[in-house]
């Protein structure tokens, strides 16, 4: 008996209309997806409905219609022979033996890659097929493999590589070296007081210099052309039939629900064909209000909610290795509630992907703001995240150097990410230390020609409270790497280690050293030199003044030449007012340092939704 | 006959112009000990000694009329080979055989006549003391010397007319008068004498000198001054600031800044002096100290003594280094014989080197640690070769040892803080530099004399800066609330940067430590220092306002002690009675430098009578935060490294322990 075609079945059936169906059909030809899929996704068909006619197409039995039933019905003992990573891969669940047969849970009935795999693991084993949708096959996987899930979202990479992990913020031997200088500190200060405050000062001075230097350097290297631009043509002619699923990973918590209003429609406006498009959002299980508003803001079919559970530590990156796991895709990426994408970011990173070797595992998109104007703080945040993504991330990538990844926007190769362990749960900009992690394992990251607007903190409370985490999480990532200072010369040679010092280390760093510098400025200048005289002369006072205006200098500088690329014309007065910028970072670093010795892995939650916006 | 008269007229007139163009001829005499600082008799010992003496010599000397009468006693154990030979600038000018008991020798200079000089002749007299024929029995010999008279004496003939402000200075004089022109005096004409007193007694160091204080009427006297009598007379202002007319100095306080700056420069009889700025940097190689390089000639221990203060230095070293210039003649190739370079601080032996054989020897340095703990305010380095020639070799014509020491050698190191309490021996190392000198309203000429004693008995023993400045007690308010610390004149530096080959440089300017010197009792200061003055009281350790001893002596009385004012070491000297009678009581008995070395302790008590020292307990001071912090910084030091242990311990619990993941 000829097998009846969908379409035709939902048609009988009255859940569809011919027109409708006529259009999905133009659609599937158009991307080659499934036409289930397509109808879903256009909120055309329920998901319940498509299954029940897909159960009756292929003579299967539909075992979603009740839950509690279906529950009872899987024996747990069997589960303990599959690996949920499996489960995930080739989309099935393992139900129960049965007469010698073996009973698995689908929602693709037809997968050869999982009929191969099955006849591998239970040979000369019959097996039964139910038809499931996705998102029960989802909830099942959830429900039984939530604690090995969670487990390896929070300690796989530190029992894998725990040289890795930040989970110890301070090997011992590093304890030691800061024991150390602490009692060298101390002794000096008691019992030569001038020498070591001398000493100290022109090395503070030093430093803080060579870190200036190389970002110069380093900004002047990504000031050249980009090495790799996506024409629109090369765009034109990706043939949607051929994209990869692309996973997306959101990860939520107390997001106001314009936030998610907005969040809706942007992932809607993504020219991305949506049925290859799996949106996962990540809700904390604590947090019903934002699980509420994702509800109401009726997101489209494509997207699944992953309900993250409780557990220590809270953080990011924890959701997101848990999103990880339920991950489909070939490639992925992450946005925050308030980003809004270039439509076609997801195409140029797939064409960049083909383009580019396969040591390119990651690729970092540039972030700016589309609230730049709203008042003095966002228009320098906009001036040095301008800097920061237009021509030092650049200048790292032309120069072979290892990249911290931003916040957001970081495509990746899925398979290339599962290897690297995923994100660090317990740093706090797990993002950055993915970057290097990536580069000391003889990966690269390259940077994508295109721009993610996010909305930038317009409180000063919420500014210092955001960079004061960063600005830890880079200190986190500077002493996880520099636990094995031999392995990452030898993998990554001197200047990937000097990367590590003058570029992670030295960014807070720094900034903690130049409220300090200036503070001390201002001391000799009310004391007319009195007060210091015995302490800093000669020498040292010719570094500390060349930091002074050549650093401050160069700072102002780097703001100035960030507006060009991306016409910000209207900014570059503002960037004389760099010097207090600089001394606000330095508030935050030292509020890093205090949280980083007290509470390390406390995440500083950025408050989101302050400024309403109309459209990019 | 008109003729006659007018040739005797011409040749009066001639012989006047003659008399005139040579000048008046002067027969001066100097002891040994009045010239050349010989205090007791010269000791020649050992086969082969020598005696070096600097005699001052002026341009206008004659030699040909000059001589040295040279007396002697030698031992009996001198034989009758033994000679004594006398050279001046290395060049011979007499040779006598030495006989046992006093003898007398004339020795004229006349071979010095052709030769040039600069301000001294270095006389040199070597003798050769002969007992045996065996030379190493005559080393160990210990009657084998001879003693030169400090009363010797140097027979100078001069010609006074052509004296230069510079011959007034160096030709040696057993008294100086300083004549203060009538009262009230300025603060600058204080200061001038100050500086002028301690100058003077710097000047003539060791010499039996004596400074008096006049007022303006003793000038009268000047007339009937002997050669050895200078005058001085001070004057606010003046057409010329330094001008010489006879016996008598005029100078102005600036006249007397210039002199003290650069005295060698004023070969004239009157100056104006423009400007005068101080900036000196601590003394460091033997040649600011006076050395020059000297060759030590001989067999046995060699020595050359080098004097140096810890002020000179800069302070008190926390660690010092030497470094010796040296050369030395090659010792045999088969080195039987030994010799050794030898040093000593102030007696105790520091380093010691085997001179090694060689062919060929080159300058060689020598870097030598010096302890600090050896040394004192004063401290006389002490550099010695001996040479002992090989065992056996005793015979005369062996060949001596040469070495010399260079003037370039120098000391080396850091300096340490100052720790309170203070006390006398603490100056003058402590109390150098620029001094602010707080004298009371309308000074009398005691107190100013009194002052000068001070402060001249302080620069005596050093050579640091004469810097000075006089403040009344009215000036100590605006003092307390800052002022810059010793810097050349704004106005001065201003005028160096317009002028066109000036290059500014990034090395901070010369920046003098400042003392103070406080004289009375002025209204509203309260003294930092270990007594006060309560009445006619002599209070002392005020110790958290609580005294523990109180004197009041029947007779008027004068207490010089040592303390801080300002955070500065200071010396006080109140006095209670009658105040002449009190600042007489002082220069009764405080001498100068002499006396200052002798005192011990942190105060000092002075009557007609007598006077006596004790060392009293510091108050704390107004700022005694600070002191005290220094003071229990090791307890602090202890108390700061446990709570960093504690706190790196709690650290290494949060961050470095693994929690259960």
Known sequence: MKRKLLGELLLERGIIREEDLEEALRFQKETGGLLGEILVLRGLVHPMELYEVLAEQGNLLYAGRDLEELLQSIDRTLLERFDPQDLLRFAFFPRRLNQGALEILTPFPENPHRDRWLEENFPKTAIHMALITPYELDWLLHFFFKERFLKEATAGLFFRAPEESAARVLVPWQWGVLSGILFALLFGVFLAPQTTLKVLFALVNLAFFAQVLFKLLVGLAGSSRESLAISKEELESLDPRKLPVYTVLLPLHREPPEVIEQLTSAIRALDYPQEKLDILFLIEEDDPETLRACKAAHPPYNVRFILIPRGFPKTKPRACNFGLAFARGEYLTIYDAEDIPEKDQLKKAVLAFRKLPKEYVCLQAALNFYNATQNLLTRLFTLEYSFWFDYLLPGLSRLRLPIPLGGTSNHFRVEALRKLGGWDPFNVTEDADLGMRAHYRGYRVGILPSTTFEEATSHLKNWIRQRSRWLKGYLQTFLVHNRRPLHVLKTSGFRGWLTLQLFIGGTPLGYAASVVLWGVFFAWLFSRGKLLEPYFSGPILCIGAMNLFVGNFLGVYFSMFAVFRRNLDHLLPFALLNPLYWALAGIAAWKGIGQLLSRPFFWEKTVHGMFRRKGP | ?661
Not at chain 2, 225 to 232: F, L, N, Q, Y
Not at chain 2, 479 to 490: D, E, I, L
Not at chain 2, 614 to 634: D, H, K, N, V
């Open chain 2, 1 to 661: 006959m008109k003729s006659w008269v007018l040739f005797g007229i011409l040749l009066a007139l001639v012989a006047f112009a003659c008399a005139f163009a040579w000048g008046e001829e002067l027969r001066l005499s100097f002891t040994l000990e009045e010239c050349a600082g010989l205090r007791t008799d010269a000791i020649l010992a050992g086969p082969s000694p020598s005696l070096a003496l600097y005699l001052p010599v002026f341009p206008k000397t004659s030699f040909r009329e000059s001589s040295l009468t040279l007396r002697y006693a030698a031992t009996p154990a001198c034989g009758e080979d033994s000679t004594l030979m006398v050279y001046g600038e290395d060049v011979f000018l007499a040779a006598f055989r030495i006989f046992p008991g006093e003898h007398e020798l004339r020795i004229p200079l006349s071979s010095l006549a052709d030769s040039s000089f600069g301000d001294t002749v270095k006389l040199e007299i070597r003798a050769t003391l002969r007992k045996s024929d065996n030379l190493c029995e005559d080393l160990l010999a210990e009657d084998l010397f001879l003693h030169i008279r400090k009363d010797s004496t140097l027979n100078l003939s001069l010609s006074k007319a052509t004296w230069t402000v510079r011959d007034f200075l160096r030709l040696p004089a057993r008294h100086f008068h300083l004549v203060l022109p009538e009262a009230p005096w300025s603060q600058p004409l204080c200061g001038a004498y100050l500086k002028l007193y301690a100058f003077l007694r710097r000047n003539f160091r060791g010499l039996p000198v004596t400074i008096h204080t006049d007022p303006p009427g003793a000038l009268r006297r000047s007339e009937e001054a002997t050669p050895k009598e200078r005058w001085i007379v001070l004057r606010e202002q003046a057409l010329r600031d330094v001008e010489l007319s006879g016996n008598t100095l005029y100078l102005t306080p600036r006249g007397v800044d210039g002199l003290i700056a650069e005295s060698p420069l004023f070969v004239g009889q009157s100056f104006r002096v423009r400007s005068v700025l101080f900036a000196r940097e601590s003394r460091r190689t033997f040649r600011d100290f006076g050395f020059r390089n000297t060759t030590l000639r001989g067999i046995g221990d060699l020595r050359e003594r080098l004097y140096f203060t810890l002020a000179d230095l800069g302070g008190v070293p926390r660690s010092l280094w030497l470094t010796l210039f040296w050369a030395s003649t090659p010792l045999p190739e088969t080195p039987r014989g030994e010799a050794f370079l030898k040093v000593f601080l102030n007696g105790s032996l520091v380093f010691v080197r085997k001179i090694p054989s060689g062919a060929r020897q080159a300058v060689r340095k020598e870097r030598i640690f010096l302890p600090a703990r050896l040394l004192g305010r004063e401290n006389a380095l002490e550099l010695a070769f001996s040479y002992f020639p090989e065992v056996g070799n005793c015979r005369r014509g062996t060949m001596p040892f040469e070495a010399t020491i260079f003037e370039d050698s120098y000391f080396s190191g850091m300096l340490a803080k100052g720790e309170a309490p203070l006390t006398f021996a603490d100056a003058p190392t402590l109390f150098s530099g620029k001094a602010y000198v707080v004298l009371p309203e309308n000074p009398s000429l005691e107190e100013l004399e009194v002052a000068g004693r001070i402060y001249g008995a302080l620069r005596e023993i050093d050579a640091t800066p004469l810097a000075l400045e006089v403040l009344f007690p009215k000036d100590l308010k605006a003092f307390r609330r800052g002022q810059p610390t010793s810097f050349p004149n704004p106005a001065v530096i201003a005028k160096w940067l317009k002028t066109g080959n000036f290059r500014l440089l990034f090395s901070p300017p010369p920046v003098l430590p400042e003392y103070f010197l406080i004289i009375g009792h002025p209204e509203g200061l309260l003294p930092e220092a270990p007594a006060a003055l309560a009445g006619d009281t002599l209070t002392l350790s005020h110790l958290f306002g609580l005294e523990t001893f109180a004197l009041s002596p029947d007779d008027p009385w004068s207490a010089l002690t040592v303390g801080e004012f300002s955070r500065k070491p200071a010396l006080y000297l109140f006095t209670s009675g009658r105040k002449d009678l009190a600042l007489a009581a002082f220069l009764r008995h405080f001498k100068g430098a002499e006396t200052l070395r002798t005192l011990q302790g942190n105060v000092a008590l002075f009557t007609l009578r007598g006077f006596g020292e004790t060392q009293a307990t510091s108050p704390s001071s107004p700022s005694g935060f600070l002191e005290l912090l220094w003071r229990f910084r090791l307890f602090i030091l202890a108390g700061a490294c446990g709570v960093l242990g504690v706190w790196c311990a709690v650290l290494y619990r949060k961050l470095v322990r693994l929690r259960p993941l």
